[in-house]
């Protein structure tokens, strides 16, 4: 345990990302399922207790790595605010290619590698850490958008903000149920022109009717429906007094 | 359309109704793994050998669950399209009602039984598409966008599959994100104004 009171090796983190690169690489060609950590361990040069000392298991690494992947979007945030390049782009757009490009980050990695990370958080009753790096980066972009005007501001920045969030959440799940049949990034580019052309400002200008969903879901649910709990809760009180005879428990 | 079913038909389908309700709420209760097909069997006032006879483990009941979601699905569509309330609603207005109402009930039976379901579509393998077949909600959605673009509530530049596949695409992340705060909030409320944005989006302009 002594190991762990400071004297770290000074390039851990070289020593690191090499078991990461090659862990999905190998993941990548013969399945996460597949893949020991043995196997790592030899491809990538490294020892078993170094494995340990950087991830406790597998999944450990796979939850690291994607960390380290989403983080790499705040170097492409940077191009797009600082490069000529994109100078004559709104916030609009800008949003739009960083929302392309963590779609295409997500499936750089593969789908099982997605299904892995979203079995292990469905799963584990860990505190949920940082899973989303790029949120910040996505709520400057709305800002800055509402600013503009090229983001509608009747949705507060942070509701647009989630709503692109949950969107690329939804797609990448999507993709992973049906284990990759489709190119992520493409057979999605219709469904964003859609979601972006209805975040943009003139969709706010040709606002329709009002529907009053609010209103007529409440009155919907005042009138059904019927409740199996109550029926259950009295089975149980049977149970139990099958259990225990008359006696209050 | 007499179609006659027996008095013992009718207690075994009742039987089958009551040992899924009472396995539905023992997984919310407990927890998926800890409960086991004795468990169930007690607490629905029946027996191991009586659970075999409906189903073959505790997937296959799951499974058999979330097709039950259908009919739910199903019942509130008939009186979306009956009941004299909704009358005065446009297509639109049912469609949002029913897209809320799935929601709803996928989240009714607690995150645990969302997050069991998800793994299990997710899990090794190839895609178990017999399971996570749509089928059911998808073409009750169908029908109503149909109603929408007829009375001119929703617009029509949009292929109904698409403002399908899209709204399903919403789903997933909204469940997700429920599902890994463990159910911390009310998806009704929370993602209300999500739902709202969706269906103002696919409306017809106003003249």
Known sequence: MESQTGQKPKHNVKKKKKILRSAIRLFKTDGYYNVSIEDI????????????????????????????????????????????????????????????????????????????????RLKETDAVPEDKPYLPLIMELVKSGQEDKSIRSDYSTREIAEIVDLFIIGCHIDWQIKRGAYILTESKSNTLD??????????????????????????????????????????????????YGNKPY | MTRKITKRQRKSEENKRKIVDCAMHLFAKHGY???SIDDIAKLANSSKGSFYNYFSSKDELFVFYRHALDTQYMEFFKSLLRDPAYRIHCGLQKFYL????????????????ARISDMRDLKDGPDLKSIRDDKGSY?????????????????????????INNLYLFFNGIMYDWEVSRGSFNITEKYAYMLEFYCYSIANQLE
Request: charged share 25%.
């Open chain 1, 41 to 120: 361990v030899k491809a990538s040069d490294s020892s078993t207790g170094s494995f340990y000392n950087y991830f406790g298991s597998k999944d450990e690494l796979v939850i690291s790595y994607r960390r380290e992947l989403l983080n790499s979007c705040h170097i492409f945030y940077k191009k797009l605010q600082k490069d000529s390049a994109y100078s004559d782009k709104n916030a609009l757009n800008k949003l739009q290619l960083l929302t392309v490009h963590i779609l295409e980050l997500l499936s750089s990695v593969g789908e099982e590698f997605g299904r892995v990370f979203t079995i292990h």
């Open chain 1, 194 to 243: 859609i979601l972006f052309s209805n975040i943009s400002s003139s969709a706010e200008a040709r606002k329709p009717k009002e529907m009053y969903f609010d209103e007529i879901w409440a009155d919907a649910m005042s009138r059904t429906t019927k409740d199996f709990s109550s029926d259950i809760k009295l089975l149980e009180d049977q149970w139990l007094e099958r259990l």
């Open chain 2, 33 to 35: 793994d800890n409960v």
């Open chain 2, 98 to 113: 029913m897209s809320a109402f799935i929601l709803q009930t996928m989240s009714a039976n607690g995150d645990e039984f």
């Open chain 2, 139 to 163: 073409t009750l959605l169908s029908n109503l966008i149909s109603i929408g673009k007829a009375d001119g509530s929703i617009r029509e530049d949009l292929p109904t599959e698409v403002i």
